[in-house]
Nanobody, 124 residues
Framework: VQLQASGGGLVEAGDSLRLSCAAS????????MGWFRQAPGKEREFVGAISWNSDTTCYADSVKGRFTISRDNAKNTVYLQMNSLKPEDTAVYYC??????????????????WGQGTQVTVSS
């Protein structure tokens, strides 16, 4: 599975952005998909995840109520809608795929496939 994240950019606090993650390869529509982020000098952290059939989503407390994950399996694309952005959301955002479709994991070690990352910068 190959993943390509896009949609990052420079925005002001309070603005919105939508990230996309295009998947290709072997049956990406059957995988759990996750979003993670890594700020300079910090460890990679979980943002949110969505099950293969969109029945289950989960979010980090820091983004709950502001970020929404969705997917379009017909397009093999996962989205991260980010609203009310804050400067502390500044990071490189990565999408990832987990072939274990029975779980929606917050642990980055559960995800075998990773995209290259897209930079999100939120100015105050």
């Amino acid at each position: 599975v190959q993943l390509q994240a896009s949609g990052g950019g420079l925005v002001e606090a309070g603005d919105s952005l939508r990230l996309s993650c295009a998947a290709s390869g072997r049956t990406p529509s059957s995988y759990t998909m996750g979003w993670f982020r890594q700020a300079p000098g910090k460890e990679r952290e979980f943002v949110g995840a969505i099950s293969w059939n969109s029945d289950t989503t989960c979010y980090a407390d820091s983004v709950k109520g502001r970020f929404t994950i969705s997917r379009d399996n017909a397009k093999n694309t996962v989205y991260l809608q980010m609203n009310s952005l804050k400067p502390e959301d500044t990071a490189v955002y990565y999408c990832a795929a987990d072939s274990a479709r029975w779980r929606t994991s917050r642990d980055s070690r559960s995800y075998y496939y990773w995209g290259q990352g897209t930079q999100v910068t939120v100015s105050s």
